[in-house]
C-alpha cells in the first residue's frame, strides 16, 4: 500500500477528523480541517506540511464540527479558497446549529464562508491528480468522497473506516432511508478499483474489501435492531464530549443528557430509559469500553 507523493495524510486523534494535504508543485490543498477545539494543532501539522508552499483550496468531505471546525482559522491563516458539498450550502448559510449537529449535540464550530460548492460527478484537480467526486449518503445525507482513478486512491471521509463507519445519525431522527443509503454507499466503494483508502478517522488502508465486509456486517446489525444504533450513538457521543471538556460530574450527568437535544430526543424515540437509568448505563458502557473513568465525583476522560 503506497500514497502518491503528492499526497500527505495527517493522521489525528479524537476529536478532529484526519486531514488530508495534496501538493502540486508550490501550490496544495488540504481535504478537511478538524475541529475547533484543535485549531492551533491543526495549522501548525498544516504549517509543517506545506514547507512555506502556497495553500490554495480547502474542500470538505461535509460539514460534522470535525470535519469542518477549523475551517475559519485556516482561511484566515492561508487566504484560501473553500469548498463544501453543494448539499451543506444551505445549512452553512444559515449557520444552521440544530441541522449541523452542533448545539444540537453541544458540539462547536466558527462560522464562515464558502466559495464553491461541488457535487457528485464534479472533478477536482488537487495534488496533481483528478479527483472524482461521489455521492457518500447514509452518515450525512450530503457528504461525499473524493476517488482518484489513476492513482486508485480513495479519500472516504466517514463512509467507510478501517473497522465501520461514522454514525447514521439521519436514522435515528426519522430518516427511513439511511442505512439503505449507507449500504449503498459501500456498493460505490466496492464497485471501485481501489488500492488504498484514506479514511476521516484511522490509518489509510489497503485491505478494502475486508473493511467493506466489516461495514456490511456492521449495516445488517443496525438493521436488525434500531435500538443497537441508537445505544451506539449516545455512547459515540458522550465518549466525543468528555474529550473535549475533560470531565463531567456524574451528579449533574443525567440533567445534562435531558439538556442536550440529541440525547434527549434519541432517549425519547428509542430507548425509553429514565434519565438517571441513562446516565448510569452511560458512564457504565464508557468506563467498560477504557474511554472513561469515575474519580471524585466526576466522570473523566481516559485518554485524548
Known sequence: ??????????????????????????????????????????????AHALRGDRLERLVNTHCHSDHMGGNAAIRRAHA??????????????DWDEQALVLAFADQRAERFAYDEVFRAGDVLRMGGLDWRVLAAPGHDPHAVMFHAPEARVLVSGDAL???????????LFGDERAL??????????????????????GRPFGEVQAALGRALERVAYYEADLGRLARHCVKVLLAF????????ALDGLAAYLERVPVYREINRRHLGMAPAALAAWLASELERAGVARRSGGLLHAASG
Open 241 to 248: 464530549t468528555l474529550l473535549e471538556k475533560r470531565a463531567l
Open 80 to 93: 484560501c479558497r473553500i469548498g463544501i458539498p453543494a448539499g451543506e450550502a444551505p445549512l452553512i448559510d
Open 180 to 201: 439503505a443509503e449507507t449500504r449503498a454507499t459501500l456498493e460505490t466503494i466496492a464497485a471501485l478499483e481501489l488500492d488504498v483508502v484514506v479514511p476521516g478517522h
Open 1 to 46: 500500500m503506497k500514497l502518491p507523493a503528492s499526497v500527505q495524510v495527517l493522521e489525528r486523534g479524537w476529536l478532529s477528523s484526519n486531514s488530508i494535504v495534496l501538493r502540486d508543485g508550490d501550490a496544495a490543498s488540504v481535504i478537511d480541517s478538524g475541529y475547533g477545539a484543535h485549531a492551533e494543532q491543526t495549522l501548525a501539522l498544516l
Open 161 to 171: 473506516w478501517e473497522n465501520g463507519f461514522g454514525v447514521v445519525f439521519p436514522r
